[in-house]
């Protein structure tokens, strides 16, 4: 798993570089990522995009990057003159996002789909003025257009309206003179490319128009008039696939040369036996030469003869993405299809080649496939073993246990559509209410379904077992509240002795007069709290059933509550996003919170830490909802502790540890996450600070990123001239955030302490010159920060002032005094870079010459360790041998 601490956005895309070890992958916050899979560790950072990336391209030496987005930004990232100083973006964030780009190209009006490079006609052309090498790019987007982009002039060189509806997908073949595009009405079009007209440039053809790059040609049928969603070529095999279904791929083989000639043939064949027929001649009597004098005939090649469907590829569930797979991966001249599905499992499909025989038609057979860990659907219910040992987790589908310790997944059942979960009692079965109103109890040992009990006649939205563990309350949409007793039946039928098992009996039920969402015993057994669909919670008294408080309060009904371990308070969160806090004594409210921006789904109380003995019950809880949150919150003051980010999704359940160490979330991401309580102090106030922090610095950063404010223009107060670059097709990458206004003001600070220090030294100096120092005096010392971070990076510093003196060019050059200064800054800069180049190079060396003496001594032991066999160790060998008893077995 390849994580960045602290950075929690969702991925969007991901990419392989043609450097194999390197991949890209765009976040949903804006932000690429370089990984090397060998270190599974970052080895840049670039941001530049304000909404979440959606296409990666590299070129064909992996040398360069260029990015799409939703807000319609296509950026060109200069991979390796960034690589390395990932670390260094803190420190110097502002240089880094202006010396990290190429161009920021701007002409698409919707989230930009898909990018590819195009090789020039010259690949060694040399670069331009620019210092950008040359090339073009092919961009697709929602706004139904497709662009070609010259990179040496920065500017849209075509545009074509591809679709009628929005361009979802495009990809080039590897001979990169032809391009496929797909559309969300089904379509699936081809274009020719120019490489002529793109040799020549830009210029006015015969008939007064300028020339262009991109020819349509044709329009492909497909088995299905779904949306395009992607094309892809194979890089090395006559394949092309294309996802217009949801559930399959369908593939296209690229016919040869000969191929085409041969079914041209035939065609033609087919036409002259035709025209026989109808003059009353036999087939026979079409001979060879008439055919081979039609095929004089120069017949053009059609695109639907080189491209012909070859076999469909079904998986298992919906396709969300597909890659081809390696050469290397390939057996038996099989290719192979990487499918990842909707459904969070992955497949491995592979293609047969062309068989001769046409008796039977090719078929792709799964090969791989992992299905068994993690869910396929949204995680609706969580629950924890007595022991925090075991968790289950169960969604429409499917229930799983999982190991606590080892986050490893031990059991998987099949099970209906799960809404509510709870352990039995012993903790060797677990109870599952579903959509259809049955609960099902499972053995947790031999993984089975023991017993379904068809409890209601509706959905089945909550259980809780009682706290004596004699039994349990379900509540379900059937307006009804039923009461179940545990009977034990032995395991096995047939042998009375062996483990018993769980079963549920009702004894009595409870009619409500509106859908019951939520029951709850109070932990002394003597209440009973039921939340209706009318937005109350009535309190019973558990033995007698005899009502006791009504809760009035919510706009929206309750979906969830729980009851503090002291039975003092009950706390319900509702789909009107507050969260209210009431005394079971009298049932008045004592705090209404407005907890969530959307709906709070779950909540419950802290359970108390073991480690505490015979501490206070803690009147803590934690609250999920449907804003992606997980919230945790102090039920005596009434405060938000701490709010904690990391799903994608709704977060549909919630279990906390019945020890309070940790907690546990599952969402519609599919994802369980587990949040782990740590022995370091939380202080409130500092949480506070932190929070307003970062809402301080998220509209600093909003209003220096607005579309009409340029770099620099710091206040509201946009620059004048921005709104009128802001339509330019070419922009420098102008997003900040709170790293890079921070390392501005570090860079103030460094300058001013060189500019201090180095007054100091000249006053030391003129002081000398004047003779009024003596020699022995010495000169000042050097400020500390300084010193120690002397040449600690020569390449960043160079880079920021190869940026300075690009940026400051004619103020430069054109005063004298401060051209001097170049000479010595040319000098020191170079010596500075060949030093470090040396330590490095010196470095290396040494590194590799230890790796080679430990390779020389490992190798030298083993062998070592073979030839001191002495003659009596030999013997005791042998002898040991002989002492080993032999055990023959018989059939």
Not at 541 to 560: A, E, I, N
Not at 597 to 607: C, H, L, P, R, Y
Not at 704 to 721: F, K
Request: negative net charge; hydrophobic residues 40%.
């Amino acid at each position: 798993m390849w994580h960045e601490t602290g950075h929690r956005a969702e991925v969007t895309c991901i990419l392989r570089s043609p450097q194999k070890d390197v991949f890209a992958v765009g976040y949903a916050d804006g932000s690429i990522r370089l990984w090397s899979a060998s270190s599974t560790s970052v080895i840049a950072t670039f941001n530049g995009h304000k909404k979440a990336v959606t296409a990666l391209a590299f070129d064909g030496s992996g040398t360069r990057l260029a990015s799409g987005s939703q807000d319609t930004d296509l950026i060109l990232w200069d991979v390796v003159g960034e690589a390395g100083l990932y670390r260094c973006v803190e420190l110097c964030a502002f240089y880094f996002f202006c010396l990290t780009q190429s161009a920021s190209l701007r002409g698409h009006r919707d989230q930009i789909t898909a990018i590819r490079f195009v090789r020039p006609a010259a690949e060694s052309a040399p670069s331009t003025s620019t210092g950008i090498a040359p090339g073009y790019l092919l961009t697709a987007s929602k706004d139904t257009f497709l662009k070609l982009w010259d990179l040496q002039t920065q500017h849209c060189t075509q545009t074509v309206v591809a679709h009628r509806s929005e361009v979802w997908t495009m990809d080039l073949n590897p001979e990169q003179d032809l391009v496929f595009t797909g559309s969300g009405e089904g379509e699936l079009k081809a274009w020719k490319i120019d490489h002529e007209a793109l040799a020549q440039g830009l210029q006015e053809t015969d008939t007064g128009e300028v020339s262009k790059f991109l020819h349509p040609v044709t329009t492909l049928p497909l088995a299905s008039s779904h949306r395009v969603s992607q094309i892809t070529f194979h890089p090395h095999q006559p394949y092309l696939a294309v996802q217009s279904h949801d559930k399959s791929v369908e593939i296209f083989r690229i016919r040869t040369e000969d191929e085409i000639k041969k079914k041209q043939a035939r065609r033609r064949r087919r036409v002259k036996e035709k025209e026989l027929e109808k003059k009353g001649k036999k087939k026979s009597d079409a001979t060879d030469a008439d055919v081979q004098a039609d095929a004089e005939h120069s017949e053009e090649v059609e695109l639907a003869d080189r491209f012909t469907p070859y076999l469909i590829v079904r998986a298992s569930g919906k396709v969300r993405s597909f890659g081809f797979g390696d050469e290397e991966t390939a057996s038996k001249g099989n290719t192979q299809l990487f499918v990842a599905l909707a459904s969070n499992a992955l497949e491995v499909y592979s293609i047969p080649p062309p068989a001769k025989s046409k008796d039977a038609p090719p078929e792709a057979g799964r090969v791989f496939s992992v299905d068994l860990p993690g869910h396929r659907t949204d995680v609706r219910t969580l629950c924890l073993s007595s022991d925090d040992a075991l968790l289950a987790s169960a969604s429409n589908g499917s229930l799983k246990i999982w190991n606590m310790k080892t986050t490893a997944c031990i059991r998987t059942m099949d099970c209906g559509y799960a809404i509510c979960s709870t352990f039995l009692p012993g903790d060797r079965q677990i109870a599952i209410g579903t959509k259809s109103g049955e609960i099902l109890i499972y053995d947790i040992a031999s993984s089975s379904l023991v017993d379904t009990i068809q409890a209601h006649s509706a959905t089945v939205w909550s259980i809780h077992v009682r706290p004596d563990e004699q039994g349990l309350v379900s509540g379900s949409a059937d307006k009804d509240v039923k009461f179940w007793e545990f009977e034990r039946k032995p395991a096995n039928s047939e042998n009375p002795r062996s483990a018993s098992l769980l079963t549920l009996v009702h004894i009595r039920t409870l009619k409500m007069t509106d859908d019951v969402l939520s029951v709850r015993y109070s932990p002394n057994g003597k209440l009973l709290a039921v939340a209706l669909l009318d937005s109350t919670v009535k309190v019973f008294y558990q033995d007698t059933l005899k009502f006791f408080l009504s809760l009035y309060g919510h706009k929206l009904p309750v979906l969830s509550m729980d009851i503090s371990a002291d039975s003092k308070l009950i706390v319900t969160c509702s789909a009107d996003k507050n969260v209210k806090i009431w005394g079971l004594d009298f049932g008045d409210c004592h705090k209404s919170i407005f907890a969530h921006d959307e709906s709070v789904m779950q909540v419950a109380f802290e359970g108390t830490d073991a480690r505490d003995g015979d501490a206070k019950a803690s009147h803590n809880f934690w609250t999920v909802g449907k804003d992606k949150m997980v919230k945790y919150w102090d039920g005596d003051k009434f405060e938000n502790i701490q709010k904690l980010e990391g799903h994608h999704g709704e977060v549909w359940a919630l279990a906390v540890s019945h020890h309070g160490k940790f907690v546990v979330t599952g969402s519609h991401d599919k994802s369980i996450r587990v949040w782990e309580k740590l022995d370091e102090p939380l202080f409130l106030e500092e949480e506070r600070e932190r929070e307003l922090e970062a809402l301080y610095d998220i509209g600093v950063a909003d209003s220096l990123n607005r579309a009409d404010a340029a770099i620099g223009s710091g206040a509201p107060d946009a620059d004048p001239d921005a709104a009128a670059s802001a339509g330019a097709e070419t922009g420098a990458v102008t997003k900040q955030t709170t790293e890079t206004l921070m390392a501005g003001e570090r860079i103030m600070e460094a300058l001013e302490l060189a500019d201090a220090e180095l007054e100091a030294l000249r006053e030391y100096e003129d002081a000398r010159a004047r003779g009024g120092l003596a020699e022995s005096v010495a000169p000042p010392p050097r400020h500390p920060v300084l010193a120690a971070y002397d040449e600690w990076n020569i390449v960043l510093t160079s880079r920021i002032i190869f940026f300075l003196l690009k940026t400051h060019h004619h103020q430069i050059v054109a005063n004298r005094v401060m051209r001097t200064a170049l000479v010595p800054l040319r000098r020191h800069l170079r010596d500075g870079l060949r030093k470090q180049k040396d330590a490095l190079g010196y470095n290396l060396a040494a590194l590799r010459f230890l790796q080679r003496q430990t390779d020389a001594k490992r190798t030298a032991d083993f062998y070592e360790a073979e030839a001191d066999l002495s003659e009596e160790k030999v013997r005791e060998r042998i002898a040991e041998g002989k002492k080993r008893k032999r055990v023959s077995i018989k059939a």
